[in-house]
């Protein structure tokens, strides 16, 4: 089956710095990524839609200079968090889809900026 | 109209009993409509999808009704387990563009 694995799975970073989270597609070729963000208790919110050397398309009211994606290849996707403040804590979440396939989720990361 | 309404918001079900959960859309060019699971910490994970074309679909306990004149679909657990327990989201997408989600039902099974 079609898994997605996404790293780290928690990080805990001093506010002011960045922090990059890495998505990969292992056994598939992921046309196109997405990232979510999801606050407790409530459904994923979409940041961003990456194509593969395409630059992304953020959502309304996403800031791109803050939430930085590059989908280099088809099978990696990184999203940086620039100049993390408190409340860009949060869990993060990708997505994978390819051609005739559905849509393959990571298992998320937990980002708290202290 | 690319919002999909998912109710209830939580539900508690006995073990065995059967759960179900609802989702309405209003962009009748949504043309996949699948269902989450997630539990706390982790990332959603298929658990079944359904394209217009069909009015059911059932993978082992779990089942999709669609209603494609009523723009309603449904997921039913059947016997359902304490392990069931978690959020689950509907959403939908049109030509394999991004998925929009419901808001999610946290089910609580009670043994």
């Known amino acids: 089956g079609a898994v997605v694995s996404q790293h780290p799975s928690w990080v805990i970073c001093k506010s002011g710095t960045s922090v990059k989270i890495e998505c990969r597609s292992l056994?598939?070729?992921?046309?196109?990524m997405f990232w979510y963000r999801q606050f407790p208790k409530q459904s994923l919110m979409l940041m961003a839609t990456?194509?593969?050397?395409?630059?992304?398309?953020?959502e309304q009211g996403v800031e791109k200079d803050k939430f930085l994606i590059n989908h280099a290849s088809l099978t990696l996707s990184t999203l940086t968090v620039t100049s993390a403040h408190p409340e860009d804590s949060s869990f993060y979440i990708c997505?994978?889809?390819?051609?005739?396939?559905?849509?393959?989720f990571g298992s998320g990361t937990r980002l708290t900026v202290v | 109209q690319q919002q999909v309404k998912q109710s209830p918001q939580s539900l508690i079900v006995q073990k065995g009993g059967i759960s179900i959960i609802n989702c309405a859309y209003e962009?009748?060019?949504?043309?996949?409509f699948p269902w989450y699971q997630q539990f706390p910490g982790k990332g959603p994970a298929l658990l079944i999808a359904?394209?217009?074309?069909?009015s059911e679909k059932k993978e082992g306990r779990f089942t999709i009704s669609f209603n494609k004149s009523a723009k309603q679909f449904s997921l039913h657990i059947m016997d359902s387990q304490p392990g069931d327990s978690a959020t689950y989201f509907c959403?939908?997408?049109?030509?394999?563009?991004?998925?929009?989600f419901g808001a999610g039902t946290i089910l609580r099974v009670k043994s």
């Open positions: 959403a939908a997408s049109e030509g394999g563009n991004k998925l929009v």
């Open positions: 997505s994978a889809r390819a051609a005739l396939r559905g849509y393959t």
């Open positions: 359904i394209r217009p074309d069909v």
């Open positions: 962009n009748t060019a949504f043309d996949y």
């Open positions: 990456s194509n593969e050397g395409s630059k992304a398309t953020y």
């Open positions: 056994d598939f070729q992921a046309t196109t």
